[in-house]
């Protein structure tokens, strides 16, 4: 069957990645997560010391950089890896978390990052998601999606998130880093959080999981079915 690329945008905590990954599960597709791409970038950059206002610093330290996924049969999950060395455990904790959106304002890094996506979804079958991918990685993808939630759900599922990797935090620290990432994120100069031309809408406060996923693949399936009798037509 046709394959397509899948863009999925939104905020932080609304259950993008867990959502796409299990949308490229059923669909049999590639599933991408670019936030944990800049998450390994910032988590180098914490590491080496990077200072964030020097673009030499960050260029050099760009050049050192090797970002990429591998499955991990035990967990069923794409683990990330930076340099070779798995990383899935040390980009969630909330001194990545703290900085990532910084990290993912500066222009060297996007373009960096934006580089390997576009490389990485070229064959399509792919399910991506991040905050600018219907809009500057695949502003041409058939599906685009933008997810939302309300702020309190947001805070109590990234701390249901936190807990299941044994890292306590309190809620209201969680709401304020949320907060905090929403207005970065939204207003930064390059290529800032918002929904893309024809992506659709879902707001997840009510939705389970699974109501999501279902929601995803049919909307998938539509899309691929549209193409496969465009084609025909033509």
């Not at 394959?3 to 597709?29: E, F, H, N, R």
């Not at 880093?177 to 707001?203: F, H, V």
């Amino acid at each position: 069957m046709k394959k397509i690329i899948i863009a999925i945008d939104g905020y932080s905590a609304c259950g993008k990645s867990s959502t796409a990954k299990a949308v490229a599960q059923i669909l049999g597709y590639t599933y991408i997560d670019t936030g944990a791409m800049y998450r390994a970038v910032t988590l180098y950059f914490n590491q080496h010391h990077v200072r964030l206002t020097n673009l030499k610093e960050v260029e050099k330290a760009l050049e050192q950089i090797d970002v990429g996924f591998q499955y991990n049969k035990k967990s069923d999950h794409c683990d990330v890896y930076l340099n070779g060395l798995d990383v899935e455990n040390e980009i969630r904790t909330m001194e990545v978390t703290e900085r990532v959106s910084q990290v993912s304002t500066l222009k060297a890094v996007r373009d960096a990052m934006v580089k390997l996506q576009v490389k990485m979804g070229k064959k399509k079958g792919v399910v991506m998601d991040g905050r600018d991918i219907g809009t500057v990685v695949f502003p041409d993808a058939a599906l685009k999606i933008f997810m939302n939630a309300e702020m309190y759900v947001r805070a109590e599922r990234r701390q249901k998130e936190l807990l299941e990797r044994e890292q306590l935090v309190n809620l209201e620290e969680i709401k304020a880093n949320l907060a905090r990432r929403d207005a970065i994120d939204s207003t930064r100069a390059i290529a800032p959080l918002k929904k893309a031309e024809g992506a659709i809408e879902i707001d997840t406060t009510h939705l389970t999981l699974e109501e999501q996923v279902d929601e995803i693949v049919h909307l998938a399936t539509s899309c691929i079915l549209k193409e496969v009798r465009e084609n025909i037509m033509a």
